[in-house]
């Protein structure tokens, strides 16, 4: 199988051969990954596969021993308070927000651009909770809370939208929701998520780990009837 990205394209973001040890565990084994411009691509494996890892390396919170990064084909050493800077944006499992401050007040955290209080109010009309801009979040149900968090990512206007487990906790109705935000999200999309209906339904490609190695890249169709793919969440669910 070969996930190792192409030579001839210089766009977007890309892994090259990432291996990351935790002591003795070894939790990404030589990941290499294409991110192209506009792209939505899913990260998917069974628990302790190394999908947080992998969002960790590309933000910056963790340094992987061997591999590198590189975006628009220039080395990427990617740092957390530059994210923003350099156009990334991450959502957080959970919910993830500052509990004494309000909706608005969270979105602004860490905006940049003097335009940045409209930009938060176009993420919040977008995720459809600007009503609840002077609310504290702690008083939202859960999943307006997951949409004050979408729009948090959004304000920024990122190139890169790094989505963690975004359906988490979601319903049937939420999540149509949150497909249809993905898919015209108009930017490039990573999603690390375990509801296999979203991510087959939102993906142009996925990349499948399975304890720390990539197993499989392929777009949905391929992944789905791939036997290592099955055998990776078979042997997870035995
Ligand atoms: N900071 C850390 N120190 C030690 N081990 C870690 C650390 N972070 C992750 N691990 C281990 O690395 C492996 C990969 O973890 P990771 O959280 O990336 O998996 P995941 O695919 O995101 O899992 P899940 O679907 O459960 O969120 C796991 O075995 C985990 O216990």
Known sequence: MSTEPPDDTDQGLALHHIT???GGLLALDDVSLQVAPGRVVGIIGPNGAGKTTLFNVICGFVGPQSGSLTLDGKPFRPRPHHLTRR???????GVGQFGGMTVLENV???ARSRKAE?????ALERCGVAEHA?????????????????????????RILM???????LDTEEIRWLAELIQGAQTTVLLVEHH???????????LVLD???PIALGTPGEIRTNEKVAEAYLGAAA
């Open 118 to 122: 409209a930009d938060a109010w176009a």
């Open 163 to 169: 989505l963690d487990e975004p359906a988490g906790g």
């Open 108 to 110: 602004l955290v860490g």
């Open 87 to 93: 156009g990334i944006a991450r959502t957080l499992q």
């Open 134 to 158: 002077r609310a504290l979040p702690g008083s939202l149900p859960y999943a307006k809370r997951k949409r004050v968090e979408l729009a948090r990512a959004l304000a920024s206007k990122p």
């Open 211 to 213: 304890f720390g190695k």
């Open 20 to 22: 990351v040890r935790f």
């Open 196 to 206: 296999m209906e979203l991510v087959m339904s939102v993906c142009d490609e996925i």
